[in-house]
């Protein structure tokens, strides 16, 4: 006899997986959402998470519509080592979104701009997928400042390339990009940089005008 309460694998079973996990996923992030909660809550056993999508970070890929899995794409990108890493992984993003592929990153960048939760998904897809796997994997130091910079090369090309569709960008060439954009990325991580400002200081947390013209007491 089947368990009460639990779902059995049939038509509909994947979607309700999905949307138990970009519930768990916006509300609780990746690290700290598990399979086991994405299971209850769409009422199915763990066992069958992993039969519809493997790992979690499968899972992740498809519940955030993502046009490729890092996990297939970056140990080919990696393998090369830090050297010209800039410039492949400016070849790689712009050839994916270049791509039939890229229709879906397109939505999914629109939708962080207007929902919070789809936000919140995109910035931990970013991390945990994609810049924590770079940084694992070439040892970089200082990781936490140089990830979300390289992270504001790509999400920042995205957004003109392929939303705002801002010319001469928008209809640049690959190789034009890779030539630009490579070097600042390759910048941000192997060169040396500037210390990260003090989260915790009074300046960090004022505005750039406060910071710079202090009010009179």
């Not at 309700?16 to 959402?33: E, M, N, T, V, Y």
């Not at 800039?86 to 629109?110: H, K, M, N, Q």
């Not at 810049?131 to 970089?140: E, K, P």
């Not at 130091?141 to 705002?164: C, E, K, N």
């Amino acid at each position: 006899m089947a368990r009460t309460g639990r779902r059995p694998g049939r038509s509909g079973t994947r979607e309700a997986i999905l949307a138990a996990a970009r519930s768990a996923f916006a509300q609780h992030g990746f690290d700290k959402a598990s399979i086991r909660q994405i299971a209850a809550a769409a009422g199915v056993d763990p066992a069958l998470v992993h039969h519809y999508f493997g790992s979690k970070d499968q899972l992740f890929v498809a519940a955030l519509h993502f046009p490729i899995d890092p996990g297939t794409v970056l140990p080919d990108l990696l393998e090369g080592g830090p050297d010209g890493l800039g410039e492949r992984l400016i070849r790689l993003f712009v050839s994916i979104w270049d791509s039939p592929a890229g229709t879906a990153g397109v939505a999914l960048l629109r939708s962080a701009l207007n929902h919070e939760w789809s936000a919140r998904m995109l910035r931990d897809f970013l991390t945990t997928q994609i810049l924590r796997r770079i940084a694992d994997a070439l040892h970089l130091p200082d990781a936490t400042l140089r990830l979300p910079l390289v992270a504001s090369q790509l999400v920042g090309l995205a957004m003109i390339r392929y939303v705002l569709r801002l010319e001469p960008l928008a209809g640049a060439p690959v190789e034009w990009l890779v030539s630009v954009y490579g070097p600042t990325i390759q910048r941000y991580l192997t060169m040396p940089l500037p210390p990260a400002p003090d989260q915790d200081s009074a300046t960090w947390k004022a505005s750039p005008v406060e910071a710079a013209e202090p009010r009179e007491s």
